[in-house]
Structure formats: C-alpha cells, structure tokens
C-alpha cells in the first residue's frame, strides 16, 4: 500500500517550528492589542467572485492560484488565498460603517494558493494580517507599517529591510500607466513571454518581473506622475516613518501583485531566506469596499507570512525569547509518593507554573535528566520521607541547590519564584 502523505506544497507545523508558530501568534496579538485592534475570523473559503472582484481578475492569484471547487448545490467557492478580501466582505455583511469610526481588525490562520512549491512557498501557508476600515491620513499608513516593525522587533528578527513605494490613484495611475506602457512597447523584443502578455493588461507587473525589471531602469517612476493629493500623501508617511526611525527606503518598482491597491504599498524583505524573502506585505486600498458594494470607505493593512517569518529567525539562529511561564517537573521517588506528587502537580498548575504529567516508577537519574531537557526550573522529588515529615524537596535546576519546605508552603514558595 502507498504512504499517505500531506499534499504537495503542504506540511505537518509540529515541535520547535510549531513552538515559534505560537510565540510568533502570541506576540502579534500582544502588539495588535497595544493599536487598538482586535480578532475577527472569517470562512476559510468564500464565494468565488468575492475574490476575483477585489484581487483583480487579471492578477496571478486569481488566473491561475485558486483552490475552486463546487458544492453539491452547484455553487463555487474558493479556499482563500488571502485574508483582506473575506475581511472587507465581513465589514459590509455587518454595515460595520453604520456602526460609526474606525474598524481596527486582525486575524490569523491559513491562506492557500496552487503555487509552484519551492522553499519558503507553499500552497497552504499562514498569514497574520490586519485592516484597518476608515481613515484615509497617513498616520495610518505609517502606523501600519510600525506595527509589524514592532511585532518583527518583539520576536527577535531584526534582520530586514522595508520597501516602500506609491502606486498613485485613480486619478494619477492612469497617466502613469500609459507613459510606462509607451516606454515598455519600446523595449518589447527585449521582454520575456510572460512580461509582453501582461504588458496589456496590467504593466505595472512588468516592473515586478525578476527577469525583465534589471533591463528597465529608466522606466518611467510613479513618484514623477503622483498628483498633488497623493504627493502629499507619500511625503507625510514617509516623515512619519522617518520621525519614528524606522529604517525605510523607498522603491520606485514595488508595485504588488494584487489590484487592490492604491497609494501607499510597502514590503518587508529578508536577506536571510533566498528567492521568496518577502517576509510581510501590505499598503492601502481606498476602493476595494466601494468595488465590493460596500459605501466608499478607505483602508489600509498588512499581511506577513508565518511560515517565512519562522524560516528567517531560524536562518538567523536568533534565540528564541525565554518564555514567561515556569517549568516545574515532579518526581515520585517510589509508587506510595505518587497521589501525593499528582496533587502537588496539580497545585502548581494552578498557580499557573507549567507541570508535565507525572510519571511513577522511573529512574530518578532519568527524571532528572528529562527535566533540564525540556527546560525546566525545578525538580520536585517526593519520597518516604518527604511523605513522613510532609515536607517537598525542590532542586533549583539551574543552581543546583537543594532545599527542603513544608507542603503547606508550597504555595507562598512559587508565589515569589
Ligand atoms: P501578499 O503579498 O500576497 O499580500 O502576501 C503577504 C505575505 O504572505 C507575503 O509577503 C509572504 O510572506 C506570505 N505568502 C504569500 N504567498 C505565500 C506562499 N505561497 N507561501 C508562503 N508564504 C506566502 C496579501 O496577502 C495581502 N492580503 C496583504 C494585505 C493585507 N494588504 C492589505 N491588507
């Protein structure tokens, strides 16, 4: 019989990749918090249009990376490939405009894409993303952009670099698009297969090919056709970032696969990580609510691949931060010591120190041992005569002292530990 394996592009998260997952989790939700924003967590798959209407049609994802299917009542669906159109949807399903202000939104979980897998890329991978419905000042683009800093800084990567650019709007794109269209048709026999179709139909991508952008240096640069609005737009997110000391800068060919765009798109690189090093990805999207039928309401997010993220803290061999929580490990010398060592395990846990469970009948050396492999603090050995005089025998594993309390004041001894 064959053996069953994960699908193509797709893999198990299990022991220290799985650990970083939930640190990484764990401190995105803490900075999210700090800006006010909180979790929403829609259908892993949503109507098919939902996302050929916001990405664009003509965008790669929705060409040639969906997962489609459809259901038994003939209607087709989509695995999302990513998180900002099922949010948007959600902000219009619930009129959350009516509801007044600012929306402040993140959520986490899988993305999946029929990508050509290949290291760092997969076809069901995690994303960690935020949107932001309402304002349109670039505070909250630089706000944005700070955030994932923070949430990169705060899990110990401090190895990359921030692209940052401006695609203009629906007033100044236009005029950019025809003076970039004009110069690429003089470069057309220079151009690869892939770069001349989507020439026509969106020529912004063009400058994102990593065979033909090399050979189109003096393409024409949005920055010289933004309008005014827009100009100024650019001018006070940049300031913002630089007041903040977030070290930017500024790529005239960043121009982002998925449509929605509008002004401000950034992206964070690595160095560590090979061909796929983009590491999180965003900017503003001022029409994608009014596009999906919503009222006209502006945006801006994020998105950062978990999956790459982990891979560029590990590449970089940085330390994982020590986790808050306490280990104790407790050891019954003999089978009568056992309900007692149960019951202290219990105890502790409730005093919120981490307590694998316990074991009876094993070699104490092998016990011991096993604790300082997985990390412990403190052995708690229970025998004979801690059973006689009721007292505990706690090692401090790192100093390896030994010291000896009653059982009654097991709890004030951890509530200071
Ligand atoms: P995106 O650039 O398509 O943007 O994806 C964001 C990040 O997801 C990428 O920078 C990368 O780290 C990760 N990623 C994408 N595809 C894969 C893959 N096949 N395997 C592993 N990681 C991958 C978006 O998805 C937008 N929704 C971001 C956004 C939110 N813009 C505004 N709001």
């Not at 695609?167 to 110069?183: E, M, Q, T």
Request: glycine share 8%; hydrophobic share 35%; proline share 5%.
């Amino acid at each position: 019989m064959d053996i069953l394996k994960a699908p193509k592009g797709t893999r198990d998260l299990f022991g220290p990749e799985m650990e970083s997952f939930l640190q990484l989790e764990e401190t995105a939700r803490r900075v999210f918090h700090l800006y006010g924003f909180s979790e929403v967590r829609t259908p892993l798959f949503e109507q098919v249009d939902l996302f050929s209407r916001s990405l664009g049609e003509t965008s790669d994802v929705v060409q040639k990376e969906m997962f489609t299917f459809v259901d038994r009542g003939e209607r087709t669906f989509a695995l999302r490939p990513e998180g900002t159109a099922g949010i948007v949807r959600h902000y219009i399903e619930h009129s959350l405009q009516a509801k007044g202000g600012l929306h402040r939104l993140y959520y986490a979980g899988p993305m999946f894409r029929a990508e050509r897998p290949q290291a760092g890329r997969y076809r069901q991978f995690w994303q960690i993303g935020s949107e932001y419905l309402g304002p349109s000042d670039p505070g909250s683009d630089a706000d944005t952009v700070l955030m994932v800093n923070q949430i990169f800084k705060e899990f110990g990567l401090s190895n990359f670099s921030i692209h940052v650019n401006s695609i203009g709007c629906k007033n100044c794109r236009p005029i950019y698009r025809k003076a970039l269209l004009d110069y690429l048709k003089t470069k057309e026999t220079e151009l690869t297969e892939e770069s001349r179709q989507r020439m026509n139909i969106n020529p912004l991508r063009v400058l994102d090919s990593k065979a033909d952008g090399p050979k189109l240096l003096d393409a024409p640069s949005m920055k010289e056709f933004l309008c005014a609005e827009c100009k100024s737009h650019h001018a006070q997110f940049l300031s913002l970032l630089k007041t903040s000391k977030a070290d930017y800068f500024e790529n005239p060919k960043l121009v982002r696969g998925l449509d929605y765009y509008t002004r401000s798109v950034f992206e964070f690189v690595s160095p560590d990580l090979g061909a796929q090093s983009a590491i999180a990805a965003g900017g503003r999207y001022d029409e994608l609510v009014e596009n999906l039928g919503g009222p006209s309401v502006p945006g801006v997010g994020f998105a950062l691949g978990m999956d790459r993220v982990v891979a560029a803290r590990i590449a970089k061999g940085t330390t994982e931060p020590a986790s808050k929580t306490k280990k104790a490990f407790v050891i019954p010398l003999d089978e009568q010591s056992f309900p007692m060592a149960f019951q202290v395990a219990q105890n502790l846990r409730q005093q919120s120190i981490s307590v694998p469970p316990v074991v009876a009948g094993k070699k104490l050396k092998n016990q011991l041992s096993h604790a300082v492999e997985i990390g412990a603090n403190w052995a708690i050995l229970i025998g004979e005569d801690e059973l006689k005089q009721g007292i505990l025998t706690i090692k401090n594993l790192s100093s390896r002292e030994q010291k000896q309390i009653k059982q009654s004041e097991l709890k004030e001894f951890f509530k200071n530990a």
